[in-house]
């Protein structure tokens, strides 16, 4: 009998220890003495193995495992890290949407800055953004409004369509391949560059578009593709007229100052 008692007692002892060692449960079952549900509310089986029928508890409710949350709403027992103490109910599939909902970024490009040089191979920036994390990164590309004296020597030019905008747009008569330290282009191109305006202006791409162009290295089997402005379009910058324009600015300012000083001599003399 002593040895029969002295089995029993491990056996509860191993159950309580189980129960007890699941988050939320008791060390020994005691199933609620009066839990009435309302209508809305259905009764499930607690988590803990107790065999108890209770409410099921709705989102943002307390809970553990006497108190189980409502599986058909997809509601999980969420715990704090304090040991012990209830957890709530919480909608895990919600949460989850949440934090790997991308985010959606509306900020577009910015402009091309100009051309770093006036002949030549030069660089053009802009800043774009990406699109889910809406971080920014500096883009850039290959850029020439013309190529400097020297350059190409056995080029001939082909004068394109004039216009009011700009009396010379030229194009290599024949596609040559570009040189970019060291490296070529894969295949013959024939670019638009800006030739020179007539009256002394200077001449600049006023559309452009962007195209990848591969390139190939003498010392590198890869072909590396770069990203290289193509002249639509060119015009002729007035430098004149905003030299012009800034004279004019500084005139208006000295007479405005004149007007100042020959108001406030002439209420000084009337006192």
């Not at 191993?14 to 259905?42: I, R």
């Not at 499930?44 to 193995?49: A, F, H, K, V, Y």
């Not at 020959?262 to 000084?268: H, L, V």
Request: with cysteine.
């Amino acid at each position: 009998m002593a040895l029969f008692n002295f089995i029993v007692g491990l056996v509860l002892l191993n159950v309580a220890f189980v129960f007890g060692d699941k988050q939320g449960c008791p060390h020994n079952c005691e199933c609620p003495m009066s839990d009435t549900c309302t209508a809305e509310v259905e009764k499930i089986s607690d988590t803990c193995g107790c065999g108890c029928e209770v409410c099921a508890q709705e989102d943002g409710d307390i809970c553990d495992g006497l108190r189980p949350c409502n599986p058909n709403q997809n509601l999980s027992c969420e715990y704090p890290d304090l040991q012990g103490k209830p957890g709530v109910c919480r909608d895990i599939s919600k949460d989850r949407e949440t934090i790997t909902k991308p985010v959606i970024c509306n900020k577009d490009p910015t402009e091309w800055t100009p051309c770093s040089r006036s002949c030549g191979f030069g660089q053009s920036l802009r800043i774009k953004y990406d699109k889910e994390t809406c971080t920014s990164r500096a883009e850039k590309r290959l850029c020439m409004i013309r190529p400097c004296k020297g350059d190409y020597s056995t080029a001939n030019y082909t004068l394109m369509k004039i216009t009011k905008n700009c009396n010379r747009v030229l194009r290599w008569s024949e596609p040559l391949r570009l040189n970019h330290r060291g490296c070529h282009t894969k295949h013959p191109l024939r670019p638009k560059f800006c030739g020179l305006c007539s009256d002394g202006r200077k001449c600049f791409p006023s559309d452009t578009e962007t195209r990848s162009v591969p390139f190939k290295c003498p010392l590198s089997s890869k072909i590396v593709k770069r990203q290289f402005m193509w002249v639509v379009k060119c015009q002729c910058k007035n430098l004149l007229s905003a030299k012009n324009g800034k004279a004019e600015k500084g005139h208006k300012k000295k007479k405005e100052r004149e007007r100042k000083e020959e108001k406030f001599n002439t209420i000084e003399e009337e006192m």
